[in-house]
Every structure is written in structure tokens, then in C-alpha cells.
């Protein structure tokens, strides 16, 4: 991978470690498609009695699909370095349009000049964000 590529996802890997963002990649529908399918197939199988016991199979349905997803959330470094060299690219193609004219000559300089401004931080993140949602499918959560 060409230096500055690499230089933009260790800076996207500080950004996303500092505030601590983890995201669920194609998974959280199946926790939900767990939960609401045995809910609702114990209303059509059960008639009036199966709706109370839908409830019932709605929360077995609610831990299935918390085990089903049960390790998909990632720290968002870990996603951002394994992503395919193409995404890589094209997420550093969306950084540096946001960096605009900046130059720098290592990944240190690189982070202290976004880190040092609270505009083009947030920029930075916001089109950290909103790549890893459109491209990847994924949720992002902030750690409390």
C-alpha cells in the first residue's frame, strides 16, 4: 500500500481509537430476523394462544439473535485495516478531499495537524463515519 494511503488509515485508526467507535458489519439484521420470526411464527402456528406464547418466543428469538451476533462488533481500527485495498483507496480518496491542500510528511504530522484542528477533526470523522455506513454496511457505536 503507497505511503499516504497508509498514512490516512493509521489516521482514521487514531481518530476511530480515540473516541472509541466499534461497528456491527452486516449483522445486526439477523439478530432482529431471529427475534421478530419466531414471534411471528408463533402467532400463525398458535392462533390466540400462540400470541400469548409469542411473546414468549419473542424473547427466545431475542437471545438467539444476541448469540447470532455475539462477537460482530469489531473496533472500528480493526475494521478499517481489514479492508480490501480498494476500499482503502477510495476511502482515502473521501479523506483527502476533506484534507484538501494539506501536506505532511508522516502519519504523525498528519494526525497532530488534524488533531489540532477541531473542524477539520470532526470533517475527518464525519467522512470516516459515513464511509464505513454507506460502504460496509455497518452500525457504528460509540463506547459510554
Request: hydrophobic share 40%; proline share 4%.
Given at each position: 500500500m503507497p505511503p499516504r494511503v497508509d498514512d490516512v488509515m493509521k489516521l482514521c485508526c487514531?481518530?476511530?481509537?480515540?473516541?472509541?467507535?466499534?461497528?456491527?458489519?452486516?449483522?445486526?439484521?439477523?439478530?432482529?430476523?431471529a427475534a421478530g420470526g419466531l414471534a411471528f411464527a408463533g402467532g400463525l402456528l398458535g392462533g390466540p394462544l400462540g400470541i400469548?406464547?409469542?411473546?414468549?418466543?419473542?424473547?427466545v428469538g431475542g437471545l438467539l439473535g444476541c448469540?447470532?451476533?455475539?462477537?460482530?462488533?469489531?473496533?472500528?481500527?480493526?475494521?478499517?485495516?481489514?479492508?480490501?485495498?480498494?476500499?482503502q483507496r477510495r476511502l482515502y480518496?473521501?479523506?483527502?478531499?476533506?484534507?484538501g491542500s494539506i501536506t505532511w510528511t508522516d502519519v504523525a504530522q498528519l494526525t497532530a495537524l488534524v488533531l489540532g484542528n477541531a473542524s477539520l477533526q470532526?470533517?475527518?470523522?464525519?467522512?470516516?463515519?459515513?464511509?464505513?455506513?454507506?460502504?460496509?454496511?455497518?452500525e457504528v457505536h460509540y463506547i459510554d
Open positions: 487514531e481518530l476511530s481509537a480515540n473516541q472509541q467507535v466499534k461497528t456491527a458489519v452486516k449483522q445486526s439484521g439477523k439478530g432482529a430476523v400469548a406464547v409469542g411473546k414468549y418466543r419473542g424473547a448469540w447470532m451476533t455475539s462477537g460482530q462488533f469489531k473496533p472500528l481500527p480493526q475494521v478499517i485495516m481489514e479492508m480490501t485495498p480498494d476500499q480518496d473521501d479523506i483527502t478531499a476533506v484534507l470532526q470533517q475527518v470523522t464525519a467522512t470516516l463515519l459515513s464511509y464505513i455506513h454507506k460502504e460496509l454496511q455497518a
